[in-house]
């Protein structure tokens, strides 16, 4: 076999190794235009796993690796005079050009054909008189962008600002440097690369940027291996606090923002990318050369395991590491996008910033911090709480004037179980109850129609008429005999989405064939392939605010203690929000200032009925997920002006406003949305979209993301997740109160097995997971030393 591979850089000369390495037949040449010794960047940064899989594919490189290595397992957040430590992490460093140097030597050793200085024919050229071509020619692919309708390359530059540069100050774990300029702040993202130095990433966004005045420095060309040298300096001057009187030292370091790389497909014909031509993730999670290094190993076990089909090998090779690598991609997006709009958590104190940033990506968590180092939870868990030892999931909450007993919140769903004339009955008695009588701090009834034409379906329950109240004061009744949880109601007019059969699970509702009536909007405009609605005059819009003021007098009548307004999700009043279904142009449309002036008045008139100390809550959707929809800024200044006319918290959602759009659904995905509307506007949230388990509800409430976290379909599937929730955190007391009925349930119960005898004369010493590199004096070699304290003040 034949293999050309384009770029010298890890990914090409790992690959050529481990391809050589198994069959020492192949023919294998490497093109690489730099020569050996010229390489840009510093240290590069490895997980224990990664180096998992490199000791088992070729051991002679690990051990050449291994002897270079600066080892740590500490993170410290530097911020606001203050480091908070985080142990058992586990990383390990080395010099880019050192590792570049072991690559070049092993796979000169097994008689791969290196070609420095040399620029490589173009990839369909080399495909022709090769079996296999490796496009590993980074981020700037030439190969990728010859062949970009067949890889269909998607760039995605984002916003901030940033330069690697490296430092003589000798760091001791991975260093987070938060400064609080007089410009804005400026992050730092830096580890040891050796006994000598160690990496020192700056980063700041836009403003932040142009503010300090490097936008002038930048403007300079400078042309390859130049640096930009008077940023350099100013850089130092404003981290000189944090560089301690050592030096920035640069190489090639010039002002870039960050392209986040995705391809449609890896593969065209005998031609693959790798490495950063195929993807890249942010530097914030980690190492790019990590993730190309993997991607040579894949590639390579691929080649092994499909000997004689190249397209098998190459398919199995992408269908087995795009997950993977789509897995760190959505991490890193969390993660860059969190220091894009790091000026909404900076303001919190120290202990909550550490945490919150430790958390960013979502993929380290509550648990798994506290897995690795239990002393720092515990020590960010006592300062969150003060005297209360509870987890912070089950921390009291006050809402307006309302205590909740818990931060959980049984979200509102539509059960499509009322009667005809809207009247509930058996259904929704047993769904509140059973997530009150499950534990939820507060119990949320869905889509309640103010009218009944601002029902989504006919089975939709209301509250337009005074004999719907019993029903309801059943259900209210019960709640508050029986269970400490606070009890609410969803106030809903449909909007152009009314009029629809009840839909099948996880499908939108299709028009009513029989018995509907005329929808309304903003604008005349028909969702989907529904009839259009009729655009409403003032007079008619004047009318539903009335009927919303009157279906919340009766929700008061009805004993509920709290109100939320449905001002999401496509219905009536989130379609006055949002600019692609509000195109009016009288005083009810046009700008933000106009749209939101139907859905203020609304509010208005509830909050003058709804009695002062009973909270009233506002549901938005944060973003439409659509060009040209609704921002988060847009989101923020809604949020803001809503609590300014009475709304005690926003129940943040997002999407359904229209129907193509593109929400990216994952994990707790609309946790930002609340987040910025906290920090931003000042006003209490809900977190609601992709929780499951506790896990992710603690983070969020800990890393004060949220006040409170929303369960929809987690809520569904368990009625007691709250109290299942308390008993797997081994958590009794307030917030996880057992109704009396129920209290026999509180053990978890016991499993199968057998105990097992304690065998073990003299149990092992518990690991160190405060390892810090402190280089010995006389050479590379490391000891391990403990750190501080968890949680430690500098």
């Not at 690697?164 to 993202?189: C, M």
């Not at 050796?194 to 836009?206: L, N, P």
Request: with cysteine.
């Amino acid at each position: 076999m034949r293999i050309a591979v384009i770029g010298g850089g890890p990914a090409g000369l790992y690959f050529a190794a481990l391809a050589k390495q198994l069959d020492p037949a192949r023919e294998i040449t490497v093109w690489e235009r730099n020569a050996p010794d010229d390489t840009f960047g510093f240290g590069v940064v490895f997980s224990d796993e990664t180096l998992d899989g490199v000791t088992g594919a070729d051991p002679a490189v690990f051990a050449a690796m291994e002897s270079e290595f600066a080892r740590w397992s500490d993170i410290d957040i530097d911020y606001r005079g203050r480091v908070q430590t985080s142990g058992g992490h586990g990383f390990a460093a080395i010099s880019r050009k050192r590792l570049l140097q072991i690559l070049q030597q092993r796979c000169a050793a097994l008689d791969v054909d290196l070609r420095f200085s040399t620029q490589a024919p173009p990839a369909d050229q080399l495909a022709r008189d090769h079996d296999l071509v490796i496009a590993a020619d980074g981020v700037n692919s030439a190969t990728r962008a010859k062949h970009a309708d067949v890889f269909g390359p998607s760039l995605d530059q984002r916003e901030c600002r940033f330069m690697w540069l490296a430092t003589d100050r000798v760091l001791e774990a991975f260093t987070f440097i938060v400064a609080e300029t007089e410009y804005g702040p400026v992050q730092v993202h830096a580890y040891p690369f050796s006994s000598e130095r160690s990496t020192f990433i700056v980063e700041m966004t836009e403003r932040t940027w142009r503010a300090a005045g490097f936008e002038e420095f930048a403007a300079t060309e400078y042309p390859p291996g130049q640096s930009d040298t008077r940023s350099v300096d100013r850089c130092a001057e404003l981290l000189g606090a944090h560089l301690q009187g050592h030096r920035l030292l640069a190489n090639n370091s010039k002002w870039v923002r960050f392209t986040t790389v995705r391809n449609r497909t890896w593969r065209h014909g005998n031609i693959v990318l790798l490495g950063d031509a195929a993807h890249t993730a942010h530097f914030s999670i980690g190492s790019g050369t990590k993730l190309a290094m993997e991607d040579a190993l894949a590639l390579a076990a691929g080649l092994e395991a499909e000997p004689h089909d190249l397209p098998a090998a190459l398919e199995r090779y992408e269908s087995e590491r795009r997950p993977v690598v789509e897995s760190t991609q959505r991490a890193a997006q969390a993660s860059l996008e969190w220091f894009e709009t790091i000026e909404h958590a900076v303001g919190q104190e120290p202990e909550q910033f550490a945490f919150n940033l430790l958390t960013r990506s979502r993929r380290v968590t509550h648990d798994n911090l506290r897995v690795r180092d239990r002393a720092y939870v515990g020590g960010i868990e006592r300062w969150f709480g003060g005297r209360d030892t509870a987890p912070p999931l089950f921390q009291p909450y006050r809402l307006g004037g309302l205590e909740l007993r818990n931060r959980v919140v049984a979200a509102p769903v539509a059960t499509y179980s009322a009667g005809s004339d809207g009247t509930v009955g058996d259904t929704e008695l047993v769904h509140l109850g059973g997530a009150a009588f499950g534990g939820a701090g507060l119990v949320l009834a869905g889509a309640t129609a103010v009218s009944p034409t601002g029902r989504i379906t006919p089975a939709c329950p209301g509250l337009w008429d005074d004999r719907q109240i019993p029903g309801w004061r059943r259900i209210t009744d019960l709640v508050h005999a029986h269970t400490g949880a606070a009890a609410g109601i969803q106030l809903n007019h449909s909007g152009r989405r009314g009029s629809t059969e009840v839909p099948a699970p996880g499908a939108p509702g299709t028009p009513l064939t029989a018995d509907g009536w005329q929808t309304v909007a903003p604008s005349a405009i028909a969702w989907a392939d529904h009839p259009a609605p009729h655009a409403l005059t003032e007079d008619q819009l004047g009318a539903i605010a009335g009927e919303f003021a009157d279906a919340a007098r009766r929700a008061d009548t009805a004993g509920f203690d709290v109100l939320e307004l449905q001002a999401g999700h496509g219905y009536l009043l989130s379609s006055f929000l949002s600019p692609l279904t509000n195109h009016r142009t009288d005083p009810y449309g046009g700008d933000l200032t106009g749209r939101l002036r139907f859905p203020l008045h609304v509010l208005d008139r509830v909050r003058a009925v709804w009695p002062a100390h009973k909270p009233l809550i506002v549901r938005i959707s944060a973003g439409d997920w659509a060009e040209g929809g609704t921002t988060v800024e847009d989101a923020v200044a809604v949020s803001a002006a809503l609590h300014t006319h009475g709304a005690d918290a926003i129940d943040v959602s997002s999407g359904e406003v229209v129907p193509w759009e593109r929400p990216a659904y994952g994990r707790t995905y609309q946790t930002p949305f609340a987040a910025r509307i906290r920090a931003e506007a000042g006003v209490p949230v809900i977190a609601v979209g992709g929780y499951s388990g506790y896990d992710d509800a603690n983070t969020t409430i800990l890393a004060g993301r949220s006040d409170l976290v929303g369960l929809g379909r987690a809520q569904l599937h368990d009625p007691a997740w709250t109290l299942h929730a308390a008993a797997a955190l081994d958590h009794r007391g307030p917030g996880a109160d057992w109704p009396r009925v129920l209290s026999a349930g509180r053990e978890r119960p016991r499993t199968g097995g057998r105990e097992r005898p304690a065998l073990v004369l003299r149990p092992a010493p518990a690991p160190d997971i405060h390892q810090r590199w402190r280089p010995a004096q006389a050479g590379r070699e490391a000891q391990a030393a403990p750190a501080a304290p968890s949680g430690r003040t500098v």
